[in-house]
């Protein structure tokens, strides 16, 4: 039986992630630029009797052994939310192609995704606001992945400002093949109220623009990060000196990292050397996704 509905969960990526402040639930408030890359896990749908979940690709085995799943958990609370729009069954079947606990999404992209493709075969139009505090619900950076535009993220990353304009871009994102856990890296955290993101310029239209305002951000979970798993330093320190990187950095709590280049060449040259001098380290190279994809 061919899918009825198909929906991929592109990499997030946070150019910048300034922690703000710690509240008494112990969640931290942030302020984070977030992109996305047009490389994803995919996920495809069947009618089915009832809802299932069958896992392929490189990555699918990390996930294999978790249980409560984001997307299944995704499915559920749509349909706890609007029981009479869902179908009445799905058989979902996701293409795990980025790695597990890298810091760039991934299980939250999967659940936007997921949330995305209920919405598409709702019986009637789902309200937006309504669909972004059902993801709300689901974590931190599933409301962020359900818009997968670039934009900013404040709060705990519920609060969201889409740009209108953002400056054509590629990336090359190496990750070393460990885990790490975001608990593990706030402990570390040595401040916990850092300086706010500086104004970005607007219109925001030029990578030069862009990479002046990167200059004078960090990301704060970087250090603690480095010191869990050093591998990480050694890639920003590579990746920083490829020609025509115009910033090298990890990502959310890691492991993956980024290079970000304004012209296709300099980052599919980069992917090749990290390629080689890391062979067992996964490397993939995108254009971010724009304003109006």
Request: hydrophobic fraction near 50%.
């Amino acid at each position: 039986m061919a899918a009825i509905a198909l929906q991929s969960a592109p990499a997030k990526i946070n150019l910048a992630l300034h922690i703000t402040g710690r509240r008494e639930n112990g969640y931290h408030d942030l302020e984070s630029l977030i992109v996305f890359a047009d490389i994803a896990d995919d996920l495809e749908a069947r009618m089915a009797e009832s809802d299932s979940l069958v896992l392929s690709g490189p990555f699918a085995a990390a996930l294999r052994s978790e249980t409560g799943n984001l997307v299944l958990r995704a499915v559920s609370a749509f349909r706890a939310r609007w029981p009479l729009l869902a179908p009445p069954g799905l058989a979902i079947h996701l293409v795990k192609n980025l790695p597990v606990a890298a810091g760039i999404g991934g299980g939250s992209a999967d659940a936007a995704a997921a949330l995305r493709l209920m919405a598409e075969l709702a019986a009637e139009p789902v309200p937006v606001a309504d669909l972004a505090d059902l993801a709300a619900g689901l974590g931190a950076d599933v409301p962020a992945c359900l818009l997968s535009r670039p934009l900013l993220a404040r709060g705990v990353g519920e609060i969201l400002s889409p740009l209108p304009q953002f400056p054509k871009l590629y990336v090359t994102l190496v990750n070393p093949g460990i885990a790490v856990a975001t608990a593990d890296v706030f402990r570390r955290l040595r401040a916990h109220d850092n300086y706010s993101l500086p104004t970005l310029p607007e219109p925001l239209t030029r990578p030069a623009q862009l990479g002046l305002f990167l200059t004078e951000t960090r990301n704060d979970l970087e250090p603690p990060a480095i010191k869990l798993v050093p591998e990480i330093g050694v890639l920003i320190e590579e990746m920083a000196a490829s020609p025509g990187c115009m910033l090298a950095r990890m990502s959310g709590s890691g492991a993956t990292m980024f290079g970000l280049f304004g012209s296709e060449g300099p980052a599919h040259e980069a992917a090749s050397q990290m390629r080689r001098l890391h062979p067992d380290y996964w490397v993939g190279t995108a254009p971010l996704l724009g304003v109006s994809e």
